[in-house]
């Protein structure tokens, strides 16, 4: 059973940083392609960031381009999302998603077939 656990989140100022991760058990991690979504309070959950199944590709929603970051472990079974220069608008809960047959890095949420519970940040001004 595929299970997709995140951790790292928390609260931190305006400007801090954050590091996401999320642990993938019960898959053959490396034939997925991962993502990062969020959704903030009152608004629809949203693409943040996505990597295939290799690493070699990545995209970034033009929200955290050049703020975020997206990588995986394959040996560790776990993807992260490094965050810089946080914003207030950063603020939500943000989830981890895995897609079978990953030879891109997907941006619509239809793309993925698991997800995790979330994790919430926080940006405090």
């Known amino acids: 059973q595929v299970q997709l656990v995140e951790s790292g989140g928390g609260l931190v100022q305006a400007g801090g940083s954050l590091t996401l991760s999320c642990a993938a058990s019960?898959?053959?991690?490396?034939?997925?392609?991962m993502a990062w979504f969020r959704q903030a309070p009152g608004k629809e959950r949203e693409f943040v960031a996505a990597?295939?199944?290799?690493?070699?590709?990545?995209k970034y929603a033009d929200s955290v381009k050049g703020r975020f970051t997206i990588s995986r472990d394959n040996a560790m079974n776990t993807v992260y999302l490094q965050m810089n220069s946080l914003k207030l608008e950063d603020t939500a809960v943000y989830y981890c998603?895995?897609?079978?047959?990953?030879?891109?890095?997907?941006?619509?949420?239809?793309?993925?077939?698991?997800w995790g519970q979330g994790t919430q940040v926080t940006v405090s001004s």
């Open positions: 990597i295939s199944w290799s690493g070699g590709s990545t």
């Open positions: 019960g898959m053959t991690f490396s034939n997925y392609a």
């Open positions: 998603a895995a897609r079978l047959g990953g030879e891109l890095a997907y941006i619509k949420q239809t793309s993925y077939h698991y």
